[in-house]
């Protein structure tokens, strides 16, 4: 026997002795802590089936003198756990639940980390391996969801049992539980299946009650992982109409406010069946639906939607019952009831405004503030949680926080920041969080104006817009311009009409801006007479704030007549250029009769202070029947200086008032010398109307002067000697220079006709339906022409377009597809200067790339959505000016030959060229040709639905293109 020794104790005992304890090692240690031991270390869980659940229980046991706490996680999303934190105290053991469900075959290993607080045990690691075999049995559908079933019918899936072990087995399917309805046409004897084979196996539900049904259908077979238990599950109901949600709980909605739940009622049936009635009990009340017409037949397994509202009227609990009236063939009148219940009251938040608008503040200048009240307007205190910005960079801060919490009927002051760090327009969301149910969250749009130190000026152009003659019930548009001065940028704000209310703008415009040095920004403002105007007009103001003009506010008087007639002057108004005593200068003003029918004109007349002014009109009475155009030409040769101010007046006999046309000028004595001249388009289409004139003289000073519709111009005052004339309209040029003589207005020897740019800079994609390129060559227009279809987008995505082409042509059938890319590319070359011509069926390219320029018909989400329009002949309306003058008439005939797309209305900022009555959009007139200049110093947008086809080619049609593609 040998030596007696001492009773030994373990590390844990020694811990909970007192210090000093005889026979523990370190019995002078004074600590106090908490150690965790893991019983197994290591879980070794074998072979598992794929994608079943195995659990194992390991002990978790605190062996210290002192309480722990700890925290687990897993490296494996097939591994979970039962807890992962819990408290441990001194001696106590935990079980912990291991679940491991894996879903890929082959090797496991996964580990669970158990990080504690304890320095003696700070981190214990758990190994979890195991082998997955392979998925041996696949039964689908699993689960099986019959839904809803009519008692006394049936309804059958088939399922498809398919055996993936590698030897055959034989498999034995058993259906199990205690509720009726379900059944299975089971095999009389064990099913062998090969690897890869597959059987099928018809289950049934057919509910003798009414209730929710549960089945389940064992399917196992004597091999690893050949089992599966498909749970079956149905619900019997005792009529066919079945509607989801069977119960709508609407929680609770403020007084006075309402929200609208969606009930989606199916009939489930195999027979049509009968909706006689829909009543919602009681029938006064907050709860109201809006069904169909009815009775109503309801095929089988259609469906059918309705809308449910709850707008309470006071602070109580309310609940009803909708129930359906049902005729069906079998069983007669059955019913479907859906429960209904709401709570009236609770928080309610309210805001003083929802635009909360800043004005303008000085950029890097002291900030604007602005009070927003929060007020709870419930009948349950309101928990505000939170006040946030969106769009955090945009200059806007909060200067104050919201209280948490407000009474019914309290009150709070949120106040605001704005210091802008830029120029212009800015804007910000601030959102409201609360506990109010129907809005959780309200939403205020914050908006201010970055504006420039120290003073602007600005003027409007025209000064003073006529309209002239306009048909009641039609409508003409034209644009006030803002510009500011080149010295400094200029804020503008609240731009507005006031007087007659047949005008108005076109779209809504923006509160506030600002320009730059010399920029400009135009409002379309739209005279829409419902009633004849007396002689003077209707009569209205436009109004604009420029608080750092020295005028404050800029306005221009806004004047049109209307009448029920089709005569349309042009221009409304003629200001003659500044004129030397004795020298001459011719304007023409244009009438057509557009209408239906013919006027005659009695007698056209001066009135005013109109010395040296002369008319030319035509023999009258004269008769101008619809569609035609006639001209009356004014000259002036001023013999005196002095103002020119009169009214040239024109009477037919369908006009209750006479049409008077403004002639303005001013005559002066001087020795300057000046130069005139006569611009025109290429081809022989006639003046170049609106071309920009610079000349440059001797001494290198500019003037700028505008082709009026005679095509002619008239310089100010240039230096003596050799000037240099540039004519410029879109992108088409001309230039020439000629000696001025002092005191004389020297006179261009030929006319000066404008030219394309260079041919490799103008690019045609050819088309499928359209044939541009033949109008451009027969106005001498070169071009490169590009494949279509395949290439168009190819030459869109070129990053470099605007450094190789000016004009762009892409014909019908060119290109119909959406493609972000090209839209955008296709954007920044009109926003880098160059322009776009599209017909027809390439409109997606328009339609993606300036969705702002127009509305198309359709869904513009849907690929040839807008493809609605169908072969027609019809009258085309000419509205541009240029159109107008370039053709001598209103109206053009027009013969399409296939389907074309349909444009609804033209975009705020674009201008309708044109047109003309399409069956798609029934009655009424549609834009037909559209122009449009995103910005001021952009290229222009064009597209028509019109045609230079071979089978439909009119040369009324051809010059009409020609002068479009003029315009760009």
């Known amino acids: 026997m040998g030596p007696v020794r001492g009773p030994r104790c373990s590390w844990a005992a020694c811990l909970a002795l007192a210090a000093g304890a005889a026979g523990c090692p370190g019995a002078d240690v004074k600590s106090v802590a908490g150690a965790l031991e893991l019983q197994p270390g290591v879980v070794d869980l074998g072979v598992l089936p794929l994608g079943q659940a195995t659990t194992r229980t390991v002990a978790l046991t605190n062996v210290g003198n002192a ?88 309804r059958t899936t088939v399922l498809r049992i398919t055996s993936h072990n590698p030897e055959p087995v034989a498999f034995t399917a058993t259906l199990e539980g205690s509720t009726p309805g379900f059944s299975a046409l089971l095999p009389t004897r064990a099913l062998t299946l090969a690897s890869g084979a597959s059987a099928e196996l018809p289950v049934t539900f057919a509910p003798d009650a009414p209730g929710a049904a549960r089945a389940r259908l064992l399917v196992e077979g004597a091999c690893l992982g050949c089992q599966r238990i498909v749970q079956l599950s149905g619900e019997g109901v005792p009529a066919s109409l079945v509607c989801t949600p069977g119960a709508l709980a609407f929680g609770a909605v403020n007084v006075g406010s309402a929200v609208s739940r969606r009930l989606s009622c ?65 069983v007669g009148l059955t019913q479907t009831s859906v429960a209904l219940s709401g709570q009236g009251g609770g928080p309610d938040v309210r805001v003083s405004t929802t635009l909360l608008y800043f004005g303008g503040a000085v950029v890097g200048g002291a900030p604007q503030l602005r009070s927003l009240t929060v007020l709870n307007a419930g009948t349950a205190p309101l928990t505000l949680t939170g006040a946030q910005l969106a769009l955090q960079d945009a200059g806007f801060a909060l200067g104050s926080t919201l209280p948490a919490r407000l009474e019914p ?24 969080l609360s506990d109010d149910a129907d809005q959780p969250r309200l939403d205020v749009v914050l908006e201010g104006v970055g504006l420039p130190a120290g003073h602007c000026t600005a003027r409007l152009s025209p000064e003073a817009a006529s309209f002239g003659l306009v048909r009641v019930g039609s409508q003409l548009s034209a644009d006030v311009t803002l510009q500011a001065g080149t010295d400094a940028a200029c804020a503008w704000f609240d731009p507005r009409l006031a007087g007659d209310p047949s005008f108005s703008f076109e779209a809504a415009p923006p509160r506030s801006g600002v320009l730059g040095p010399g920029q400009t920004r135009s409002f379309r403002i739209r005279y829409a007479p419902t009633a004849p105007s007396s002689e003077d007009g209707h009569q209205a103001v436009f109004r604009v704030d420029v608080p750092h003009d020295a005028l404050g506010a800029l306005e221009a008087p806004l004047q049109g007549v209307a009448a029920e007639s089709d005569l349309v002057v042009f221009p409304s108004a003629v200001a003659f250029d500044t004129r030397p005593v004795g020298s001459s200068q011719e304007r023409t003003v244009h009438v057509h009769n557009t209408g239906e029918q013919p006027h005659t004109l009695a007698d056209v007349s001066v009135l005013g202070a109109a010395a040296g002014l002369q008319v030319l009109a035509p023999p009258l009475p004269f008769n101008l029947r619809p569609g035609e155009a006639t001209q009356v030409r004014l000259r002036w040769t001023p013999t005196e200086p002095g103002t020119l101010q009169a009214q040239v007046t024109l009477r037919s006999n369908l006009l209750p008032a006479a049409v008077r046309v403004p002639v303005t000028g001013q005559a002066v004595t001087t020795d300057c010398a000046r130069v005139t001249g006569e611009i025109c388009l290429p081809a022989g289409l006639g003046p170049a109307m609106g071309a920009e004139v610079t000349v440059v003289g001797a001494d290198g000073q500019r003037t700028t002067s505008r082709v009026d519709e005679g095509g002619r111009f008239l310089s ?35 006319a000066t006709c404008l030219a394309p740019p260079e041919p490799s800079r103008v690019a045609v994609v050819l088309g499928a339906f359209d044939h541009v390129e033949d109008v451009l060559a027969s106005v001498g227009i070169n071009h490169v022409s590009v494949p279509g279809v395949t290439n168009t987008a190819q030459v869109l995505l070129d990053p470099d377009l605007a450094d190789r082409v000016d004009l762009l042509f892409i014909n019908c059938g060119a290109h119909d597809a959406r493609d972000p890319e090209v839209a955008e590319n296709l954007r920044r070359f009109v926003f880098a200067g160059g322009s776009v011509y599209v017909s027809d069926l390439a409109y997606d390219l328009v339609e993606a790339a300036f969705p702002e320029a127009l509305a198309l018909a359709g869904d513009d989400a849907t690929q040839d959505a807008a493809e609605v329009g169908r072969v027609l002949e019809f009258s085309a309306q000419l509205l541009a000016p240029e159109l107008l003058l370039g053709l001598s008439q209103g109206r053009l005939p027009v013969a399409l030959d296939g389907d074309y797309a349909v444009v609804e209305a033209a975009g705020p900022g674009a201008e309708v060229l044109a047109v003309g009555p399409t069956t798609g959009l029934g009655q009424g007139l549609a834009p037909v040709v559209i122009r449009y200049r995103p910005g001021a110093t952009t290229g222009a947008v064009l597209y028509t639905t019109l045609h230079d086809s071979a089978a439909v080619a009119d040369p009324l049609v051809r010059r009409m293109l020609a002068l479009l593609a003029l315009s760009l």
């Open 716 to 750: 100010a005052c240039l230096a003596p000697g050799l000037a240099r004339v540039s004519v410029r309209r879109g992108h088409y040029t001309a230039e020439t220079a000629l000696t001025v003589s002092a005191g004389r207005t020297s006179a261009l020897p030929v």
């Open 409 to 432: 009927g309290a009150q709070a002051e949120l106040h605001l920041l704005f210091t802008p760090a830029a120029l212009g327009d800015t804007q910000a969301l601030l959102h409201i």
């Open 266 to 330: 199916s009939n489930i049936s195999s027979e049509a069946i009968v909706l006689q009635s829909a009543v919602v009990d009681p029938e006064v009340g907050p709860f109201f639906a809006d069904p169909p017409v009815l009775p109503l037949t309801l095929a089988a397994g259609a469906e059918l939607g309705l809308s449910v509202t709850f707008q309470p009227q006071d602070a109580v609990q309310r609940s009803a019952q909708l129930t359906w009236e049902v005729l069906e063939g079998d």
């Open 67 to 154: 309480g722990l706490r700890w925290r687990a996680a897993t490296s494996d999303d097939a591994l979970s756990l039962s807890t992962t934190a819990a408290t441990l105290g001194s001696g106590e053991t935990r079980p912990l639940a291991l679940t491991v469900q894996p879903m890929v075959a082959g090797p496991l290993v996964a580990t669970v980390t158990i990080d504690t607080d304890s320095a003696a045990t700070p981190q214990r690691i758990l190994v979890v391996t195991a082998s997955v075999a392979p998925e041996a049995l696949q039964v689908t559908p699993d689960p099986v969801a019959f839904g809803s079933v009519r008692v006394g019918h049936t």
